[in-house]
């Protein structure tokens, strides 16, 4: 370090080497310093920057890496909209689409700009002042995930604009990808590990992997590259009017521009590019899946717009899928994290592209009858870029004369649970989520989530382990976990992966991580009703569906052995919902979970009566609407059930009855063709059985039934708090009934506004709403005796 120089001007000069030797090596690939030079650069910076943190600026290379972990993703809004392209998959689809965009401008040849359709990650990069803020998915283009922190870990991405020709608010559009060489030396790293780093599938599922990992420090490690091809939201500055020469303007303030970007006239231009580029797209250092054909003239591209999201002025051109024939040895059913089955397809080996594929998927039920594709036929496989090979279509003529159509089978490979498909959706899912070993990672995780348990620090990696080796079978086995019990999952988990940490080296096994999960475990045993039915997993039961559950009901005991009907009680809980929760619960192994997690001691803090908002729709006519017969409206159950207000009365009537009493002929029809289904007297039976208990639950609570200290109340909390976070404070509020909004009205009951509280606690002085400080607020939650 040279003394003689202010530290400042060192740390300054530095920062522009190093920016200078990255611009140099990842946009002009002309280096002129070694990797070794480089990293001297780096420690050096990061000396003075660790002896005067106040010289650490945002944009500094230092900053590429060292973020901490997110626990999430923040959601971004594009300011402008990231587009999805139309696809060509043949000349004739080209030359029509060239000739249409000719047409609408008046021109025989258009001019385009082509570049590669890169297999990588679109993201969209925003800069202020030439500064880089933020960084996005694509997501559904509208809105992605913010993974600026990760995108700052690839140096292919300036962190401060060349140049100062650059608009004050700036967003660039391009592709994050894995090249080729990076792909495999990965690979190979992980081979060598012996399964202490995961392989990579391909160098596109890499790309996505690695940028949305929650630690920046591990997407630091992977070797990503970054090209730009467009621009987003400009303001200011004077910009080209030209999309090549827009590229141009990019390349000169620091971005990677790919060299195989060209202009092509009209149709047979394009063409010719795509055959140019076909060419060479084995050899190229990255993954392509086509090329694109953008109108070059940005005023002609504003002419044109757009269909839906699609521009009428871009296209990409496929290249063709690769194909192959085989023959399918077995239909097998593949259960996924979340339980959905997926039957699969054992094929005879066959090269596909290069690639030997022994597997296809076949996506769904529908999907297998729709191709007829049975165990047997000879089939044709498609593998396209590097995505899971598909099965496309079946070679009828060669079906041998044995061979039968598939079913979904009935229960789950894995755990023997139903395998069950709610009406409308596509997918099939085994319904034993507490139960089933395929499951068992994604629900322990879902299980210890903040906003379920909230087990503080039981990760993936820690999940996979337990379970892995049998110490956890389902999220019960979590209050039976010992400290000894975590200390040998370590060990035995470092024996697997040959490492040894020091600290077992020099005869000590660091344990603290072991005491505070345990202490977390030990923690989340007392919890909320709807925390814990949020917590179980449970198919479309959300947040909002767990509360409503809670507060109507007010206990787990009455929740799972509701029967569906009556759980459409509950205001926003419909069909789909009621019958993914009676399915939930009709499974024994899930069942048997919650009875092991409350014998384990997990102790529910907020159980109560059922609210007396159920005391209106307690009736039978209600029940007899929530069925689901066709042609049985509520007005004409109200008058079923007024004239057969017995349930052995109305099971014995007659069609001619039930006219009488005032149903069409065909409504009639179909509540008898109800009745003569399997299980369905038995179904209404319990439901009758279930609203006499739930009235004799409100007469046992008292006239009113169970009506919450705050049931009715709409409160706004703003500022901070300080014996509460502000999800907790949400919490307990909404266990004692109140809705917890996060503007001030009039019809604001009170707010709860806490330091530092901002316009809330002004509107709310405006509007003469009641305030309430933190103490007032932790006086009447302990008064209420909720969680305290």
Not at 231 to 241: H, I, R, V, W
Not at 419 to 434: F, N, P, T, Y
Not at 625 to 643: C, D, Q, T
Not at 756 to 783: H, N, P, Y
């Amino acid at each position: 370090m040279n003394r003689t120089v202010p530290v400042a001007e060192q740390a300054a000069a530095l920062r522009a080497r190093i920016e200078d030797a990255n611009h140099r090596y990842h946009v002009l690939d002309d280096p002129d310093i070694s990797d070794a030079e480089y990293d001297r650069l780096m420690r050096e910076l990061e000396a003075i920057e660790a002896a005067h943190p106040e010289l650490a600026s945002a944009d500094s290379p230092t900053r590429r890496v060292g973020a901490a972990p997110s626990r999430e993703f923040a959601e971004v809004t594009h300011a402008v909209p990231m587009l999805s392209l139309a696809n060509a998959f043949s000349d004739e689809e080209v030359e029509d689409f060239v000739r249409k965009v000719g047409e609408r401008l008046g021109l025989s040849e258009p001019l385009f700009s082509v570049e590669p359709k890169f297999d990588g990650l679109a993201i969209s990069l925003r800069y202020e002042r030439g500064v880089f803020v933020q960084g996005a998915t694509r997501g559904d283009g509208e809105r992605g995930e913010d993974v600026s922190a990760n995108l700052r870990t690839i140096r292919a991405i300036p962190l401060r604009l060349r140049g100062s020709d650059w608009p004050q608010l700036l967003e660039v559009r391009g592709e994050v990808y894995m090249p080729r060489a990076g792909f495999a030396a990965w690979n190979a790293k992980a081979l060598a590990s012996a399964g202490k780093i995961k392989t990579l599938a391909n160098p596109r599922n890499g790309a996505a992997g690695s940028l949305r990992q929650l630690d920046p420090r591990i997407t630091a490690q992977r070797p990503l590259a970054f090209y730009a091809y467009a621009l987003g939201a400009a303001e200011g500055g004077d910009l080209p009017t030209s999309h090549a020469a827009t590229l141009q303007r990019l390349r000169q303030w620091g971005f990677p521009v790919s060299s195989l970007v060209d202009r092509a006239q009209g149709a047979r231009g394009c063409l010719e590019y795509f055959a140019r580029i076909g060419a060479q797209r084995d050899t190229l250092p990255f993954d392509i899946d086509g090329v694109v054909y953008k109108l070059d003239d940005l005023a002609a591209q504003r002419e044109l717009g757009f269909v839906g999201r699609t521009p009428r002025w871009a296209i990409a051109h496929k290249f063709p899928a690769q194909e192959q024939q085989t023959r399918v040895e077995a239909i097998d059913v593949q259960i996924g994290r979340t339980g959905a089955a997926t039957p699969t397809a054992r094929l005879a080996p066959v090269s596909v592209g290069g690639v030997t594929v022994t597997n296809a998927t076949l996506h769904n039920a529908d999907q297998v009858a729709r191709l007829d594709v049975r165990v047997g036929d000879t089939v044709i496989v498609r593998r396209a870029g590097d995505v899971i090979p598909e099965v496309v279509r079946v070679v009828p003529e060669l079906r041998p004369a044995q061979a039968r159509p598939w079913q979904m089978p009935e229960a789950c490979p894995i755990c023997g649970s139903a395998i069950v498909r709610e009406d409308g959706e596509v997918v099939a899912r085994c319904s034993g989520e507490l139960t089933c070993a395929a499951q068992r990672a994604q629900a322990l995780l879902h299980f210890a989530s903040r906003r379920a348990m909230d087990i503080d620090g039981l990760g993936e990696r820690y999940v996979e382990d337990l379970a892995e080796f049998g110490y956890l079978r389902s999220v019960a086995d979590l209050y039976r976990l010992t400290l000894d019990d975590l200390l040998e999952m370590k060990r035995r988990a470092d024996e697997r992966d040959g490492t040894t940490p020091e600290t077992v080296k020099a005869g000590k096994v660091a344990s603290k991580w072991a005491e505070n999960l345990i202490a977390a475990i030990d923690h989340s045993r007392r919890t909320t009703l709807a925390r814990l039915l949020y917590a179980l997993g449970i198919g479309h039961v959300g947040e909002g569906t767990a509360k409503a559950l809670a507060l109507r009901f007010g206990s787990i005991e009455r929740i799972r052995h509701l029967p569906w009907p009556l759980l459409k009680l509950v205001p926003d809980v419909g069909d789909e919902v009621a019958h993914a929760i009676d399915s939930f619960f009709s499974q024994a192994g899930n069942q048997r979970v919650i009875d092991d997690l409350l014998a384990s001691g997990v102790e529910i803090s907020d159980e109560h009566a059922p609210s007396s908002k159920l005391r209106a729709s307690l009736e039978l006519s209600n029940v007899l609407a929530a069925l689901g017969v066709p042609g049985l409206s509520e007005k004409r159950a109200h008058m079923l059930a007024a004239a057969f207000p017995q349930i052995q009365a109305l099971l014995g009537a007659q069609h001619a009855q039930l006219v009488a009493a005032g149903l069409s002929d065909d409504a009639a029809g179909h509540f008898i063709s109800w009745l003569g289904r399997a299980g369905h007297v038995a179904l209404l039976r319990r439901c009758i059985q279930s609203l006499h208990e739930l009235r004799e639950a409100l007469v046992d609570a008292g006239e009113e039934g169970a009506s919450l200290p705050l049931e009715g109340q709409t409160v706004v909390l703003t500022g901070s708090l300080v014996s509460l976070t502000r999800d907790e404070a949400k919490a307990r509020l909404e266990a004692l009934g109140a809705k917890v909004a996060g503007s001030v009205s009039k019809k604001t009951s009170f707010v709860v506004a806490g330091s530092e509280a901002g316009s809330k606690l002004d509107k709310a002085q405006e509007l003469g709403v009641e305030v309430w400080d933190e103490a007032r607020l932790l006086a009447f939650i302990r008064s209420a005796d909720l969680r305290t």
